[in-house]
């Protein structure tokens, strides 16, 4: 079982709320991500970081936006939600020290419904 | 583009019979892994192939990878119901992804008792 840890695991909110879903692991890894998966679909990387005060943009334009204050914690947020939001959206993260190609560890993930 | 195509999309068998799922993938890579993910839940690797192995074993499960077809496949042996879930490959661009994987649209497998 990986230590990352993601929540809430699941939320229902409307349209035009600012939502913040957390991420935290404590392996220590310096990379971290951000994925968005519809049910049955890829993964598709919406945000990445390289440790502390380091965010990158993924493949998959988001609307979205994320912070690497601490290398334990990897917050996203979503100023105002829309249905489009609508998805699973998994964390995770790796040991860079591994040469930035090793296994990535997963969060269970957050099911997040826009009404 | 997508890097990983995994096929079948879906696959069902009986318990104790072997699942063979199959990944392609369009660029050269440093290495090709293979993920699970139960419904609902995030993704549990399960094993790693660098570009130069060819094969690689882990417990039930066998994995191939033939870089001039820039094909993989994953082998799970005398399956059981508990193995029902998606599988994924993913792959690292070389020289481009910043070490960024790129995940396939996973194969649904279904072990029926």
């Known amino acids: 079982e990986a230590d990352i840890y993601q929540t809430p695991r699941y939320l229902v909110i409307g349209t035009g709320k600012k939502i913040t879903l957390e991420c935290s692991q404590t392996m220590g890894h310096d990379k971290m991500y951000w994925y968005q998966q519809d049910p049955g679909m890829e993964l598709h990387l919406i945000h990445y970081s390289y440790g502390v005060n380091s965010t990158e943009k993924g493949d998959l334009s988001s609307e979205s936006t994320v912070s690497r204050i601490r290398t334990e914690h990897f917050p996203l947020t979503l100023e105002s939600a829309r249905p489009s939001h609508t998805s699973q959206y998994l964390c995770?993260?790796?040991?860079?020290?591994?040469?930035?190609?090793?296994?990535?560890?997963f969060g269970p993930g957050t099911r997040l419904t826009v009404l | 583009s997508q890097q990983g195509e995994e096929d079948p999309q879906a696959l069902s068998i009986q318990e104790g019979e072997n699942a063979t799922m199959n990944c392609s993938y369009k660029?050269?890579?440093?290495?090709l892994q293979w993920y699970r993910q139960n419904s609902g839940r995030g993704l549990v690797h399960l094993i790693l192939i660098r570009s130069n192995e060819r094969e690689k074993h882990s417990g039930r499960l066998r994995v191939t990878l033939d870089t001039s077809k820039k094909s993989s496949s994953l082998l799970i042996t005398a399956s059981r119901a508990a193995d029902t879930a998606s599988y994924f490959c993913?792959?690292?661009?070389?020289?481009?992804?910043?070490?960024?994987?790129?995940f396939g649209k996973g194969t649904k497998l279904s072990v029926k008792p």
């Open positions: 995770a993260s790796s040991d860079l020290s591994a040469g930035g190609f090793d296994e990535q560890f």
């Open positions: 660029t050269s890579i440093n290495n």
């Open positions: 993913a792959t690292d661009a070389r020289g481009g992804s910043q070490g960024n994987l790129i």
